[in-house]
């Protein structure tokens, strides 16, 4: 959230007659999703930064053990891996063992939204506000 917000400060600093001329159309150019999305972002990141941090909470998300990335181990023979004893004919393989891993929601407008999703919709309307800053300043 911190760096995301640094965006704007850093086309602020380095071109502050440009973007603070152009800013204004361009927030107004948003939907009011998008504008809404920023002011709370930055709540989040004043939070984050100055206070005890960001609004959110956690739930636990209950997934087989199977399906845990796996890819950092290396070789298949480092991975999980689930055994059990031969099961007798005509029985269905019993459930695999789960684990619970953490997910955090932001509450928007009384909603919880996942904070990996909220971050990703910020992380594209920053990656926009740099776009649009330049295509709107190519020239000169």
């Given at each position: ?133 330049i295509e709107a300043h190519e020239s000169g």
């Open positions: 959230m911190s760096a995301a917000r640094s965006v704007g400060y850093v086309l602020q600093k380095e071109e502050k007659k440009k973007y603070d001329v152009w800013f204004p159309s361009w927030e107004r150019s948003l939907t009011s999703e998008e504008r809404k999305l920023l002011k709370f972002m930055n709540r989040q990141r004043v939070a984050e930064v100055h206070s005890e941090g960001a609004e959110t909470t956690a739930e636990l998300e209950y997934i087989p053990i199977v399906e845990l990335r796996q890819d950092r181990f290396g070789h298949p023979a480092y991975g999980l891996h689930v055994f059990e004893p031969p099961l007798p004919l005509g029985q269905p393989p019993s459930t695999p063992p789960s684990i619970g891993r953490p997910v955090h929601y932001f509450t928007i407008d009384g909603n919880p939204e996942k904070v990996v999703e909220v971050c990703g919709l910020y992380l594209q309307l920053s990656e926009r506000l740099v776009h649009d800053f």
